[in-house]
C-alpha cells in the first residue's frame, strides 16, 4: 500500500486520473513550476512508475527556481518509507502526480490530508468514461465530499467546437464539479515538458495564452483554506454544531484516517 506524508500547514495538491495520457505529469509539473517562481521551494512526488515528472526534474536547468523531487514509485531497502517520502520543511506546497492504476486503499491513501484533487480529462469518449468512473471513485471510495469544495477538473488538449468538447462540458455540468481551466492542445505545454520548465519559466509572450490558464489553476489552488474554512461552517450549520467543535471533529477524523 502506498503511504503519504501529512502535515497540518502543508498544500497537498493531487493530480489523478486513471488514464494514462490524459495530462496529470504536465499539469503538475507545470503547478510546480508556477509555485517554484514565487519562492518557497515546492516538492513534487511522483507516485507513477514511470517517473516522468522525476524525469523532468532532472532535465530542469540549473539555473531555475528549484524544486523538491521524491520517487515515492521507487522502493528503497536503505531507508524506512516514511525517510524516503519526507517533505523539506520549506516545502509549502506538495504535488503529487499518480499512477495509471490505483486499487481503493491507494486512492484513499493518496487523497488523505489533501487540500485539493485536480482530474485533468481529455475530450474523447473513452477519457470521458474514464474521468466519469475515476471521480465516482473519488465520492465513493474515497470519500471525497462534494462540498469541501477540494475537487476540480480541468479539460486538456481541448479543440473548441467539436462534439466531444460539448459533451465533456455537459458531463462535468452535470456532476456539479467546477472546470478550473481549459487547457489548449499546444506545443507549449510538449516544448515545456522536453526542457524541464514550467510555461511560467518561458518568455511570457511565447506562454501566453496558455500561461493565463495554468494561473486559472494555481489561483483557485491557492484557495484552499477558504474552501475548507467554508466547508466546515457549512457542515457546523447542517448538523447544528458550534464550528469550533466541527474543526476538532474534522482534524480528529484526518489524524485517523
Ligand atoms: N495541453 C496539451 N497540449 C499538448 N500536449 C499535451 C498537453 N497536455 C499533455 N500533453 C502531452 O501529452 C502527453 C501525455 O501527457 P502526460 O502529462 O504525460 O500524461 P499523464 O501523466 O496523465 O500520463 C505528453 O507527451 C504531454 O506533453
Ligand atoms: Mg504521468
Known amino acids: 500500500m502506498l503511504n503519504t506524508p501529512s502535515r497540518d500547514s502543508l498544500n497537498k495538491i493531487v493530480v489523478l486520473n486513471p488514464k494514462g495520457g490524459c495530462g ?3 499539469l503538475a509539473t507545470n503547478i510546480a513550476a508556477c509555485y517554484a517562481r514565487r ?7 511522483d507516485y507513477d512508475p514511470q517517473g516522468s515528472s522525476i524525469a523532468w526534474l532532472k532535465r530542469r536547468p540549473d539555473d531555475l527556481p528549484r524544486i523538491h523531487g521524491i520517487a515515492a514509485y521507487k522502493k528503497s531497502m536503505q531507508a524506512t518509507r516514511s525517510w524516503q517520502l519526507r517533505v523539506p520543511d520549506e516545502t509549502k506546497d506538495l504535488i503529487v502526480d499518480s499512477p495509471a492504476s490505483l486499487s481503493h486503499d491507494d486512492l484513499r491513501e493518496l487523497t488523505r490530508d489533501s487540500s485539493s484533487i485536480l482530474v485533468p480529462v481529455l475530450p474523447s469518449s473513452m477519457d470521458i ?3 466519469s468512473s475515476c471521480i465516482a471513485d473519488l465520492l465513493l471510495v474515497a470519500k ?3 462540498n469541501e469544495g477540494k475537487l476540480a477538473v480541468i479539460a486538456n488538449r481541448t479543440r473548441k467546437n467539436t462534439k466531444s468538447f460539448a459533451r465533456l462540458m455537459r458531463f462535468l455540468d452535470s456532476l456539479g464539479i467546477p472546470i478550473i481551466a481549459v487547457l489548449r492542445d499546444s506545443q507549449n505545454f510538449v516544448h515545456a515538458a522536453e526542457r524541464g520548465v514550467g510555461l511560467h519559466d518561458m518568455p511570457p509572450s511565447r506562454a501566453y495564452p496558455d500561461v493565463e490558464q495554468v494561473d486559472k489553476i494555481v489561483g ?3 484557495g484552499w483554506e477558504a474552501r475548507r474554512k467554508r466547508a466546515l461552517r457549512i457542515m457546523a450549520v447542517r448538523n447544528n454544531k458550534p464550528v469550533s467543535r466541527v474543526t476538532a471533529i474534522h482534524k480528529t477524523q484526518a489524524g485517523s484516517a
Do not use: E, F, H, Y
Not at 519562492?39 to 512526488?45: H, R, Y
Open 39 to 45: 519562492g518557497a521551494m515546492p516538492s513534487i512526488m
Open 24 to 26: 496529470k505529469s504536465t
Open 129 to 131: 468514461d474514464a474521468a
Open 144 to 146: 471525497v465530499n462534494r
Open 220 to 222: 483557485w489552488l491557492d
